[in-house]
């Protein structure tokens, strides 16, 4: 039986001990609302999500992970069994629930913020950044996994292209955007931090002003 019915930059010396010092500060500043992470599969979400959470004191959730938990199966039996409309409504009613459990970082899956629901959503209840990478890079992380419906095909590389060619932009109007480079991921984490302290400096500026 079907259970989505269920569903409702820094210095280089910087690294992970200033992204620390800063989270305080910046949970404050959230409030209610969620660090949201979008992007495409290989960018890095869940990996740099689950840092981020760490270094700003906030509960982490994955998606990906909570669709898995509700539906009983795994993302790609979702795809073979129910196919790709279903997993997208189930997606989309799971990071409605999850925005609700605000402040935390959640890490979406790749399709999830080209749904304008969920965007106007993430809008209304968090703050999106965007992990952005190069094909290359994205390429080789994913290579490393089998398990990508999108990808189950004699061309990943084209279908790659044409989900860049696609998303990226749709991605382009999150918040705030960080190239997800070839770095370590606690300065990913920096980066984040550094630029999502500029971002909420620039909204308290605004609200000061109004």
Do not use: C
């Amino acid at each position: 039986m079907n259970n989505f019915s269920r569903f409702n930059s820094l210095d280089e010396g910087g690294g992970q001990d200033q992204s620390s010092r800063r989270g305080p500060s910046i949970s404050r500043q959230l409030g209610m609302r969620s660090l949201v992470l979008v992007g495409l599969m290989g960018a890095g979400k869940s990996t740099v999500g689950r840092r981020l959470a760490q270094a700003l004191h906030l509960p982490f959730r994955d998606a990906d992970h909570e669709i898995e938990a509700a539906a009983g199966m795994t993302i790609p039996e979702i795809f073979a069994i129910h196919g790709e409309e279903h997993f997208r409504d189930g997606e989309r009613r799971v990071i409605a629930r999850l925005l609700q459990e605000g402040p935390i970082v959640l890490a979406t899956g790749g399709g999830a913020f080209m749904n304008e629901e969920t965007r106007k959503r993430i809008a209304e209840r968090g703050i999106s950044i965007w992990l952005k990478a190069d094909l290359d890079i994205l390429m080789r992380r994913v290579r490393k996994r089998s398990t990508r419906p999108l990808l189950q095909n004699p061309d990943p590389e084209g279908t790659m292209r044409r989900l860049m060619e696609q998303r990226y932009p749709v991605y382009a109007t999150a918040d705030i955007t960080i190239d997800s480079h070839e770095a370590p991921h606690d300065r990913v984490v920096a980066d984040i931090v550094k630029a999502l302290n500029a971002w909420l400096s620039q909204e308290h500026q605004g609200s000061a002003r109004a």
